[in-house]
């Protein structure tokens, strides 16, 4: 069993695994073609891209990080990777990529509210694209920020493996803040509150068409992805007291988390 504490740690726990690398080869191999699709559409269109398509590209961008990601984590299923900075640079990237996409459907939640809750108003609204473009802009900018601030969480001497905490090392109680109530209450309250509001109002349209339907469909689905996807990796965290690891993480909606 491994030993840790704040001033040695001893790995005895890190066990090759061939079966979750060769997973992760294929979950690497399919991310590399949907994304490279993804950005190469978004790149042939990028003179008429729409605030949504904004959106959806910072989705394709955040899925781009976990690609860099997910070749050590190969790695480390077949040779084991020491521990050290590379592995908190690791882990911060994959707190970036789960969280940027939490934050990005959140603002894809609003943005679809807003436009079905006053749509005379949104036809005209201006700048719509270049706030799309800032919001993103401030959730990297966001993400990045408290990943450096709390880097020290995930130094070597705090991990067990290179891609798991120490059990008896929590993250610091700001840190965990972050991550629970900014990073997923207050998202998951703002999704569960536009999906809800959305399906309401269009639910109230005399408009019978099969778009409505689809629209319908497709919101509350999104919402659904969206509870099953990211809470049992926080709802564990919290049992946990703060043990993030990268084993416990959902996929989450249009991403690919591990």
Known sequence: MS????????????HVDPLQGLAYSAVFLLGFLVNAA?????????DSLSATHIYMLNLAIADT????FLPFRIYDA????PNNHLCTFLLSLHFINMYASILTTTAIGVHRYLVIRFPLQARSWRKKKETAFA????????????CVVFREDNYPRKLWTCFERCKNIPLRPQ??????FLGYVAP?????????????????????SGEKKRTIGIVTANMIVFVVCYTPIHYGSRQTDGHYTT???GKGPGSGHI
């Open 3 to 14: 030993v840790c504490n704040n001033t040695n740690v001893t790995v005895a726990g890190c």
């Open 38 to 46: 993804a950005l190469c559409a978004f790149t042939a269109q990028r």
């Open 65 to 68: 990080t976990l690609l860099l």
């Open 78 to 81: 077949f040779f084991c990777l």
């Open 135 to 146: 919001a993103c802009l401030l959730i990297w900018v966001f993400l990045v920020t408290t």
């Open 175 to 180: 840190f965990m803040a972050i991550l629970v």
């Open 188 to 208: 998951l309250s703002v999704v569960v509150f536009c999906s809800s509001c959305i399906v309401r109002i269009l639910i109230k349209t005399d408009n019978k």
């Open 247 to 249: 084993e416990h993480d």
